[in-house]
T-cell receptor, first 114, second 115 residues
Framework: AQSVTQLGSHVSVSEGALVLLRCNYSSSVPPYLFWYVQYPNQGLQLLLKYTSAATLVKGINGFEAEFKKSETSFHLTKPSAHMSDAAEYFCAVSSSGSARQLTFGSGTQLTVLP | GAVVSQHPSWVICKSGTSVKIECRSLDFQATTMFWYRQFPKQSLMLMATSNEGSKATYEQGVEKDKFLINHASLTLSTLTVTSAHPEDSSFYIC???????????FGSGTRLTVV
């Protein structure tokens, strides 16, 4: 079984400040890890993914995440927050079965203050 | 890039009626699609895995007779909420894997309101 824990259901940062959204995973096999963003009443958009290649993954909109096996973490960062980054962020891990269904964390609402 | 189209974006229906939601892969074939339900301010909960040409696999606690899934072609899966009730009101999202890089593509979601 696989699971994801996102620490902090709400995170507020000032515009221009560092964004750090935390994600820890549990997996019995090497995981595939994802970060998605969701805007109100919309589907999910992939920010970045880790699939056992480079441990530092760069995504869209200036986001990046680092896979740390020793810490079972996959935290999402962005050096400078923009107002348009305000959204819900989900960390997810894929299962090891052939269907590779996703298991999502509980989500983190990011607020960017002017 | 791979696109999943979901329709309708929102629907309001009366209690007791049925509602069909479509999920189409526009530029790739999807033998497997996933249906999620999302309550306000909560995460996505997997309802079922839709398999082309065979029966869907439902997660524990999901009523398969209420949430009918049909995956008749490699580009279309449908979710029908039968005899809808207000407690079925929710945001439903479908997803598929274009393949190759292990990524998942999501539809834009359907806001269902049962009155």
């Amino acid at each position: 079984a696989q699971s994801v824990t996102q620490l902090g259901s709400h995170v507020s940062v000032s515009e221009g400040a560092l964004v750090l959204l935390r994600c820890n995973y549990s997996s019995s096999v090497p995981p595939y890890l994802f970060w998605y963003v969701q805007y109100p009443n919309q589907g999910l958009q992939l920010l970045l993914k880790y699939t056992s290649a480079a441990t530092l993954v760069k995504g869209i909109n200036g986001f990046e995440a680092e896979f740390k096996k020793s810490e079972t973490s996959f935290h999402l960062t962005k050096p400078s927050a923009h107002m348009s980054d305000a959204a819900e962020y989900f960390c997810a891990v894929s299962s090891s079965g052939s269907a590779r269904q996703l298991t999502f964390g509980s989500g983190t609402q990011l607020t960017v203050l002017p | 890039g791979a696109v999943v189209s979901q329709h309708p974006s929102w629907v309001i229906c009366k209690s007791g009626t049925s509602v069909k939601i479509e999920c189409r892969s526009l530029d790739f074939q999807a033998t497997t699609m996933f249906w999620y339900r999302q309550f306000p301010k909560q995460s996505l909960m997997l309802m079922a895995t839709s398999n082309e040409g065979s029966k869907a696999t439902y997660e524990q606690g999901v009523e398969k007779d209420k949430f009918l899934i049909n995956h008749a072609s490699l580009t279309l899966s449908t979710l029908t909420v039968t005899s809808a009730h207000p407690e079925d009101s929710s945001f439903y999202i479908c997803s598929a894997r274009p393949g190759g890089d292990y990524g998942y593509t999501f539809g834009s979601g359907t806001r269902l309101t049962v009155v």
